[in-house]
C-alpha cells in the first residue's frame, strides 16, 4: 500500500511488511527485488531514471502497484 505511489528521481523508497505473513515488492520484469520481506523487517531502494516501476509480490501475484515517477 498504496497501490500508486508518486515519486521522483532519486526519492528512497521504504517497504516495511507489518503482516504476519511474508511479502516481496518485485519488479514486473525481475530487474530489482526487495527478496522476502518478513513481518517487521524493511528493503531500501533508491528511484533512479528508466527503471521498472510496475511490481507484485512473489507470495501473492495479485498484489500489484506500480510507482509513478514526477517530473520537477
Not at 6 to 12: A, E, I, K, Q, R
Not at 30 to 47: F, G, K, V
Not at 50 to 63: K, R, S
Amino acid at each position: 500500500m498504496p497501490e500508486h505511489l508518486s515519486v521522483t528521481v532519486g526519492d528512497t523508497i521504504v517497504w516495511t511488511n507489518f503482516d504476519i505473513v511474508p511479502h516481496t515488492a518485485t519488479a514486473d520484469d525481475l530487474s530489482w527485488d526487495t527478496e522476502t520481506l518478513a513481518q517487521n523487517t524493511s528493503w531500501r531502494m533508491t528511484i533512479v531514471e528508466g527503471m521498472t516501476l510496475d511490481y507484485f509480490c512473489a507470495f501473492h501475484p495479485h498484489m500489484k502497484a506500480r510507482l509513478q515517477i514526477e517530473i520537477q
